[in-house]
């Protein structure tokens, strides 16, 4: 069964703190991404990745660096949280382009 | 920038009836169509793809597409209370996945 699973669903972190938030996928996709969503904002996204230690900026990656070390895991970190990144983040796996993506079930942060 | 326009809503249909969800994307690039259900506090999950002009069936939903007029539509036949949700619209070209903020749906029992 497919399944792509993120490390933390309710995270409470201080402005300033460093910030992981990881993803794994079991389905061998080559394709990873991180989303976040956010009310009036929809799904935006952040990077992406297509194969092992490559890495695409999406729509707004300021803020955000990720790592693809291994296949099957996705990291999104933020060097310096802000409040301002106080979101639901979503990862996403895809078998190749123009495939359906599979999401976890999501990381919601809160920055104080 | 590419976008994506769904109309937010809450749309509201008697169960039973027919929803009709609607979707215009701006990049003529895109390829394939994607709609995901959401529930609230869930993530997406798929409900059906499109690649070709003209109507694609699955079950109680139908996907409609129009490059031309770079439209797609998501009509759910015999609505159910448990259709309930948010649907989004993504377009894709190559790797890629652009989404509109989606519209709410609430079937009526």
């Known amino acids: 069964d497919v399944k792509v699973t993120q490390s933390s669903r309710y995270l409470v972190k201080r402005t300033g703190e460093k910030v992981f938030l990881e993803c794994v996928q079991d389905?061998?996709?080559?394709?990873m991404f991180w989303y976040r969503q956010d009310p009036g904002l929809g799904l935006r996204l952040i990077y992406f990745s297509y194969d092992v230690k490559m890495k695409e900026k999406g729509d707004i990656p300021e803020g955000y660096s990720v790592s693809r070390e291994k296949k099957e895991r996705f990291s999104l970190i933020l060097e310096s949280a802000s409040t301002n990144q106080t979101s639901m983040y979503l990862c996403?796996?895809?078998?190749?382009?123009?495939?359906?993506?599979?999401f976890g079930e999501g990381s919601r942060l809160t920055v104080l | 920038q590419k976008e994506v326009e769904q109309n937010s809503g809450p749309l509201s249909v008697p169960e039973g009836a027919i929803a009709s969800l609607n979707c215009t994307y701006s990049d003529r690039g895109s390829q394939s169509f994607f709609w995901y259900r959401q529930y609230s506090g869930k993530s997406p999950e798929l409900i059906m793809f499109?690649?070709?002009?003209g109507d694609k069936e699955d079950g109680r939903f139908t996907a409609q597409l129009n490059k031309a007029s770079q439209y797609v539509s998501l009509l759910i036949r015999d609505s159910q209370p448990s259709d309930s949700a948010t649907y989004l619209c993504?377009?894709?070209?190559?790797?890629?996945?652009?989404f509109g903020t989606g519209t709410s749906l609430t079937v009526i029992p």
């Open positions: 389905m061998d996709h080559e394709n």
């Open positions: 993504a377009p894709n070209t190559g790797n890629q996945f652009y």
């Open positions: 996403a796996s895809a078998p190749g382009a123009k495939r359906e993506l599979f």
């Open positions: 499109i690649y070709s002009n």
